[in-house]
Every structure is written in C-alpha cells, then in structure tokens.
T-cell receptor, first 114, second 115 residues
Framework: KAGVTQTPRYLIKTRGQQVTLSCSPI?????VSWYQQTPGQGLQFLFE???????NKGNFPGRFSGRQFSNSRSEMNVSTLELGDSALYLC?????????????FGPGTRLLVL | AQSVTQPDIHITVSEGASLELRCNYS??????LFWYVQSPGQGLQLLLK??????LVQGIKGFEAEFKRSQSSFNLRKPSVHWSDAAEYFC?????????????FGTGTRLQVTL
C-alpha cells in the first residue's frame, strides 16, 4: 500500500505570494492532519480534516487554510507569505483520526520564502 | 495546557552503547503518548505508543519506553544503539479533543552515534 505522498517536495516563493501544498493520504484513510516544522517552534499542529470537514485547528493566523476533497486528498494554502512561513510542512493520515490510531506521516514539503 | 518536554537537545552515544532519551509530559487526563523518529529529509515514523495497560511498551527497531505516571515521564530506551539509529527523536502526547486526535510534540532530541 502506498504511503502518504506530498507534492511538491520543495518550493521557493517570495514574500506576499501565496502557496498551495497537496497531500494524498494512504488509501482508505479519511483523516488528514497538517503540521508545520521549524527550527524555532518545532512541530506545531495546523489543522485536521475528516470527510471534507475541518474538525480541529491549531493556533495559526487565518492566512493558513486548508480543505479536503471527497477522495480524502487535502490541500493547505498559505496566503500573503511571510519569511517566517519558511518551514517543512508535514501531513499525516489515519483511518478516522481517533486517538488510538497511528498517524502516518508523509515526507513533507519544504517551503522557502524569500 | 498540554505540553511535552524533552530536556536533551543533542545526545551522542557510541555504537553498541545503551540509550535513554527523556520525555516529560504535562496533561490533565490519561495521556496517550508516542515516540516518533525523523531521519534527515524524511517524515516522521512511529516507534511506539502508549495508551493504557502495561507501562513498558515495545516498539520497532528494538526500542522500548516506560510510562511512569508518578514522574510524568515516558522515556525511550534501547539496549544497544546502531549507527543507523542516528536521527531526531520526538516525544508526543495526543491531546484528543473529543472529535479528533491532535499531537503535541516535544522539541526533539538529536541522536548522534559514533563508531
């Protein structure tokens, strides 16, 4: 079974631009979570989607948004990019997002904002 | 607020030596605890998890962890480290909200293995 895939793997943008990252979960997984990883703040939860609905959200500004499609694929969007948005963005999938389930992580998308 | 503390930012051990990575958590309810490993350029891989029951949990790659409620700790151990274990290790607690799982991570411990 294929793992979690994220595209693109690397991205360079300039301040003020917007960016869209994509995550395809493991087949049969309906929950997708997004995390931001930076050297200064570590791993921080962005949001979680299940059946096209956002169920949980972390403490990030409204510039960070996401959505999930009917096939469980998810996208996250960051508008008006700032230098501090440079990070590794990880997505994770699980069957239903229940606490006892294992979350499987993708390799991440590394975003550099210049 | 829920939090996870990993006191050691960087640890160096010799190949074949034993390893213990420390993790302390702060969480009001029964914690659901995890250890993940991240190799350079890779995502996170689950090593082991604790929900309830036996406080000594066995994981993959020869790792184990012990949950100690009295000390709010969940330390990761391995009796004999291999060079391929060099990576960054993250302890996490799941702050389940009733609707969805959400992981709160520690800041990580980078493990270096000398030959």
């Amino acid at each position: 079974k294929a793992g979690v895939t994220q595209t693109p793997r690397y991205l360079i943008k300039t301040r003020g631009q917007q960016v869209t990252l994509s995550c395809s979960p493991i087949s049969g997984h309906r929950s997708v979570s997004w995390y931001q990883q930076t050297p200064g703040q570590g791993l921080q939860f962005l949001f979680e989607y299940f059946s096209e609905t956002q169920r949980n959200k972390g403490n990030f500004p409204g510039r960070f948004s996401g959505r999930q499609f009917s096939n469980s694929r998810s996208e996250m969007n960051v508008s008006t990019l700032e230098l501090g948005d440079s990070a590794l963005y990880l997505c994770a999938s699980s069957i239903e997002g229940r606490v006892e389930e294992t979350q499987y992580f993708g390799p991440g998308t590394r975003l550099l904002v210049l | 607020a829920q939090s996870v503390t990993q006191p050691d930012i960087h640890i160096t051990v010799s190949e074949g030596a034993s390893l213990e990575l420390r993790c302390n958590y702060s969480y009001g309810a029964t914690p659901y605890l995890f250890w993940y490993v991240q190799s350079p350029g890779q995502g996170l891989q689950l090593l082991l998890k604790y929900f309830s029951g036996d406080t000594l949990v066995q994981g993959i790659k020869g790792f184990e962890a012990e949950f100690k409620r009295s000390q709010s700790s969940f330390n990761l151990r391995k009796p004999s480290v291999h060079w391929s274990d060099a990576a960054e290790y993250f302890c996490a607690v799941d702050t389940f909200t009733g609707t969805a799982s959400k992981l709160t991570f520690g800041t990580g411990t980078r493990l270096q293995v000398t030959l």
